[in-house]
């Protein structure tokens, strides 16, 4: 049973440019949430998809902007580059009830130069 | 008021000593408290989660002590190993929010 699956697990960006982040959730997960993890941190919320929909936004600015597929798939697309959003990306899947936790996949570190 | 404040940021145990680290919070809105660890170039697994209903939980040689009354909880490692070695997170939710806000890591490091 594949965990939480997340492509690339590296990638080198120039600043201005876009990204477009990957991840498919653990089998039988329905639901999936993004964290940004600058080095030296905990993990920031991001935002969070449900049926196709985002249900909760972080703290990020309109740059960051999702996607959930039919098949509970999802994006996070990334617009203008900064520096400062070096960071290891997360993604984590989930059963609809919070209460379940999540299972988080290794992540795509994303570099800014 | 939505921070998780987590410490020690570095902690070193010997090899069958017990790890404890600790974590406060201000929003008394949390109802979920799960702690994650991390290895380098991983993501987060949980390892145990509790709910302010309880004072303890146990689960192997990983046990959360919560006190509600003080906003805080801890995580005991017993017999720490060598393969311990990572960083923890703390973390805490609300009913209602999708969210985790977790805590800035504890960076684990036990000697054989």
């Known amino acids: 049973d594949a965990g939480v699956t997340q492509s690339p697990t590296h990638l080198i960006k120039t600043r201005g440019q876009q990204v477009t982040l990957r991840c498919s959730p653990k089998?039988?997960?329905?639901?999936v949430s993004w964290y940004q993890q600058a080095l030296g941190q905990g993990p920031q919320f991001i935002f969070q998809?449900?049926?196709?929909?985002?249900?909760q936004r972080g703290n990020f600015p309109d740059r960051f902007s999702g996607h959930q597929f039919p098949n509970y798939s999802s994006e996070l697309n990334v617009n203008a580059l900064l520096l400062g959003d070096s960071a290891l990306y997360l993604c984590a899947s989930s059963l609809a009830e919070r209460s379940y936790g999540y299972t988080f996949g290794s992540g795509t570190r994303l570099t800014v130069v | 008021q939505q921070q998780v404040k987590q410490s020690p940021q570095s902690l070193i145990v010997q090899k069958g000593g017990i790890s404890i680290i600790n974590c406060a919070y201000e929003n008394t809105a949390f109802d979920y408290f799960p702690w994650y660890q991390q290895f380098p170039g991983k993501g987060p697994a949980l390892l145990i989660a509790?709910?302010?209903?309880?004072s303890e939980k146990k689960e192997g040689r990983f046990t959360i002590s919560f006190n509600k009354s003080a906003k805080q909880f801890s995580l005991h490692i017993m017999d720490s190993q060598p393969g311990d070695s990572a960083t923890y997170f703390c973390a805490a939710s609300s009913t209602g929010t999708y969210k985790y806000i977790f805590g800035t890591g504890t960076r684990l490091k036990v000697l054989a």
């Open positions: 089998s039988g997960h329905d639901t």
């Open positions: 509790i709910r302010p209903d309880v």
């Open positions: 998809y449900y049926e196709e929909e985002e249900r």
